[in-house]
């Protein structure tokens, strides 16, 4: 049986591994533990736009291929936008990592399960959109492990892992129209 795992330890411990990578979270709960794991701008934090993380990570690995882009999603997001899998595995954007948080539920709006609650597999679902490389860890020890074999190696690749259920703490009062402009600013050339 698989820990229960918690999405602040396990964003922590995709936070420790990153150096100069840009980083999409998606709405609601995967921002703000992004932000509790450690604000930089080259963290891009999703407003009103459930389900296209992945989209805009995937546009950026593609208009930049020498650099690295991880995504935080919720599973309800991925949910929204399964088509997004499919142009990713097609794009093959090779240093693309896309982290599923599965709690089945949509967490943020009250906890209504959702179709990863009962019977729908996400890991299945990216390898049969063709993501090449696909993780499912049971451990905390296990994701980060992929995470660091994520971010060493060729992508694009996707980790699902089951989370509790549950709200982040921590909450922020971001402008968005700053924080897209100090990304911006971060990543110009």
Do not use: C
Not at 4 to 15: A, G, H, K, S
Request: glycine share 10%; net charge neutral.
């Amino acid at each position: 049986m698989a820990e229960e795992m918690d999405r602040l330890d396990l964003t922590r411990r995709v936070r420790a591994h990153l150096t100069d990578e840009a980083v999409f979270a998606g709405i609601g709960n995967a921002g703000f533990d992004l932000f509790a794991a450690g604000d930089r701008p080259r963290n891009f934090y999703m407003f009103g736009s459930m389900g296209l993380a992945s989209s805009l990570g995937l546009g950026y690995a593609l208009a930049r291929p020498d650099e690295r882009v991880v995504v935080l999603e919720g599973e309800g997001s991925v949910l929204m936008n399964l088509g997004s899998l499919a142009t990713i595995a097609r794009m093959r954007p090779r240093r693309y990592l896309l982290v599923i948080m599965d709690n089945g539920s949509y967490a943020l709006t009250g906890s209504q399960r959702n179709a990863a609650a009962d019977v729908t597999d996400m890991a299945a679902i990216a390898r049969g959109a063709g993501i090449p490389h696909i993780a499912t860890p049971r451990t905390a020890e296990a994701f980060e492990r992929a995470v660091v074999d994520a971010l060493g190696g060729d992508g694009p690749a996707v980790i699902v892992v089951k989370i509790a259920d549950g709200n982040s703490a921590a909450r922020h009062s971001w402008d968005p129209v700053h924080l897209k402009h100090r990304f911006m600013a971060k990543i110009a050339r």
